[in-house]
């Protein structure tokens, strides 16, 4: 995996020189307003947030995901931030329009050489949920908006996910997640049970239509997890906006 990753960000240093066209400069037709949301809380040592990171970027160059972003009639407007406590919410890439191939090896290669911008607060899950809405509001026009979660750990600081939705303006929003299971492999997780994160992830955090968990087995198994997740999400047609209200 990281032999695969660390090509990514070569190929994008090579890259680096051409601006990657962003919602400010394009006025695309767009099925999809894409954010993903990283988890770099406490829990999350600096080798996870390596797989995490890299294994991201990765992931969108594999040619199953290439596809999904790239063949279809309209384009994917693409973002990604990284969150832990409460105010500690930092944007890795902003509101990309993925109209070439071109522009989504760029946006790989920022992410796989992006800095964390913290690693010592908790897993506020809910303010993460909370500042997607911010970033929604400067999303260029799609059809529907998908925010996606990955994450290790529940809620331990703040308001929860539920009052996120209730607090923030978030209808017509689909949220799908992604379960990074690592019972037993911490000394926090020693009591976690296989499938505790994705029972965790339906019952407080996923919504709307069609809404879903991935599941990665550990950090390692992060790249192949988005890999399926983000070929799964892509490759839905949406028409048209839907009332999302759970």
């Known amino acids: 995996m990281i032999g695969r990753a660390a090509s990514v960000a070569l190929l994008g240093m090579a890259l680096w020189a051409s601006p990657i066209p962003t919602a400010a400069n394009t006025a695309p037709v767009c099925r999809i307003a894409l954010l993903l ?6 829990s999350v040592d600096a080798h996870e947030d390596m797989l ?23 384009s994917v407007a693409f973002s990604v931030y ?8 930092h944007t890795l890439l902003d509101w990309t329009v993925i109209d070439s191939r071109q522009t989504l090896l760029e946006s790989a290669a920022k992410l796989a050489l992006s800095k964390r911008s913290t690693t010592e607060f908790p897993t506020a899950l809910g ?12 999303a260029p026009e799609c059809d529907v908006q998908v925010l996606d979660v990955s994450g290790d750990g529940e809620n331990n600081d703040g308001f929860t996910p539920k009052q996120a939705y209730d607090a923030f303006p978030l209808d017509g929003v689909i949220v799908n997640a992604l379960a990074i299971e690592t019972f037993g492999e911490k000394a926090a997780d020693l009591a976690a049970q296989p499938g505790d994160m994705v029972k ?29 997740k983000l070929s799964r999400e892509l490759s839905v047609t949406v028409l048209g906006q839907l009332d999302l209200h759970p």
């Not at 949301?37 to 406490?42: G, H, M, R, T």
């Not at 199953?64 to 063949?71: G, M, P, R, S």
């Not at 303010?127 to 400067?138: E, S």
Request: hydrophobic share 45%; proline share 4%; charged share 25%.
């Open 82 to 89: 990284e969150w832990s406590g409460r105010t500690q919410h």
């Open 37 to 42: 949301a990283l988890d770099v809380s406490s």
């Open 127 to 138: 303010h993460a949920v909370g500042h997607a809405a911010r970033l929604f509001r400067d």
């Open 52 to 74: 995490q990171r890299r294994g991201l970027a990765a992931a969108l160059t594999a040619p199953e995901v290439q596809a999904a972003f790239l063949n279809a009639p309209q």
């Open 200 to 228: 965790y992830y339906k019952r407080e955090l996923i919504r709307g239509p069609f809404a879903f968990v991935e599941v990665a087995d550990g950090f390692d198994d992060f790249e192949n997890a988005m890999r399926r």
